[in-house]
């Protein structure tokens, strides 16, 4: 019997009864056992999955997901963003929106009714998509490719392979050595839709989903599966006979564990995916900035161009915000972080954390020469809806910590470093370089 429990991050698991919550829910001793194995695999890449305290009970660390137990429970773990409990179902569809920034998928290849409506785990919306995609890609027909083969046949076909035919012993004069191309659906992008069609069939647990793979398993029954995913991934076509292919490469990279580092795919029925959830929102946050800035501003996430430090003429520790926008001589760097804050605590610093504050002042230092704009970007909550006032360092360098509303995706106070990088903040339709200095001169 498949059983599904919903918690949300930052969650307690136990072995002994719970009262109903997302914060708290009673597991299996098996469910608990594997989990425990799973944390410990994490725990050695320095990336915990949950806390041990006491020995019936775990405590769950950022990360998002599902996953899948061999004795048949599925722990559905959902993003923690406000104070009082929300819905299961508007939990879920803001965990698939934030995969599908993560994805790089268009809202027309997704659309937002197909997020809303599939009240389902996010293991069974994942291979959902996938099918759906992969239909639409049979039903436009896939692709073929020639192939050399080498055989004996009684009759010649293609070309006569002249060396072997001459070895050919007496008793067999009658059979021909030859060499021929054939059409077939041996490729790589079909072997690893393959590969990830059978997970899914063996997988999934909603009738339609399975009766879809199925039909698809069939349809595909010429096509072998791929022994070497990477490889395969490697010569994944990108011309434009390819183009009815590219909808359903992400999916199938998800699905095979290629998309994130700490995506988990158990050796038992079950498809298990966990995302840390400070990835999530860092990569939500720059696509919804790619859409927002004007085409000629230069954005790189992450930078990766300077270092703190030169050690033997090499550099060391590598300083790497998640966001650089860059127009002409100007630069804002832009950081995001998880964490709630809490704007009527100023005794408490708001809740912010001293380390990112050094952190943000060695990024301005090496990539803004010690003057100019920044900000640490975090989640919209209730006790966080307004930006904080900006934070100032010595030299010009300014720090303003905004709310990100994921509901209504905008970023609150976006004109503090946005003025002058998109024409939704600057009364100038195109801002030249020294428009973007007196702006700058302005706000610091």
């Known amino acids: 019997m498949n059983t599904v429990i919903s918690v949300r991050e930052h969650a307690w698991l136990s072995t002994t009864p719970q009262p109903p919550s997302l914060d708290c829910a009673q597991i299996s001793e098996s469910a608990f056992d594997h989990l425990c194995q799973v944390s410990e695999l994490f725990s050695r890449s320095g990336a915990p999955l949950a806390q041990l305290e006491g020995r019936r009970r775990l405590k769950l660390d950022n990360y998002v997901g599902v996953i899948c137990t061999p004795c048949g429970t599925t722990l559905e773990v959902l993003p923690k963003l406000h ?159 390819m183009a009815h292919y590219r909808a359903v490469k992400p999916w199938c990279e998800l699905i095979l564990n290629r998309l994130m580092p700490l995506a988990v795919l158990g050796v038992h029925q079950g498809l298990s995916l966990l995302f840390p959830m400070e990835k999530l929102f860092e990569r939500h946050v720059a696509a919804w900035l790619r859409q927002h800035v004007l085409p000629e501003v230069g954005i790189r996430t992450p930078a990766a161009s300077e270092a703190l430090c030169l050690h033997l003429d090499r550099p060391m520790f590598r300083l790497e915000p998640d966001v650089l926008l860059r127009m002409g001589a100007v630069r804002r760097v832009l950081d995001m972080k998880w964490k709630r804050l809490d704007a009527g605590n100023r005794e408490q610093k708001y809740q912010l954390s001293q380390s990112d504050l050094y952190q943000m002042f060695a990024y301005g230092h090496k990539y803004l020469a010690g003057a100019g704009q920044m900000a640490l970007i975090y989640p919209r909550s209730a006790k966080f809806s307004q930006p904080l006032p900006p934070f100032d360092f010595n030299g010009g360098m300014r720090l303003h910590v905004l709310p990100f509303d994921l509901d209504r995706d905008e970023l609150v106070g976006a004109e503090r470093v946005l003025a002058g990088f998109s024409d939704r903040w600057s009364a100038v339709p195109k801002v030249d370089g020294a428009v973007l200095c007196a702006i700058e001169t302005k706000l610091s």
Do not use: C
């Open 83 to 241: 104070e009082l409990e929300d819905s299961v179902a508007g939990s879920r569809a803001l965990l698939r929106k934030l995969i599908q920034a993560s994805l790089n998928l268009s809202a027309r290849e997704v659309g937002q009714a197909a997020i809303e409506r599939f009240d389902a785990p996010l293991s069974e919306w994942v291979m959902r998509r996938f099918l759906d995609e992969l239909d639409t890609v049979v039903k436009r027909g896939l692709r073929f490719d020639y192939h050399r083969l080498e055989e004996e046949l009684p009759f010649v076909r293609g070309q006569l392979d002249l060396k072997a035919q001459l070895r050919q012993p007496p008793g067999k004069a009658h059979r021909f050595h030859v060499r021929h191309d054939v059409y077939l659906p041996d490729r790589a992008e079909n072997r690893l839709l393959r590969l990830a069609l059978e997970r899914v069939r063996v997988a999934t647990q909603d009738p339609d989903s399975w009766r879809l793979a199925q039909e698809l398993s069939m349809r595909l029954i010429e096509v072998p599966s791929s022994r070497h995913v990477p490889g395969d991934f490697r010569a994944w076509g990108s011309d434009r006979l």
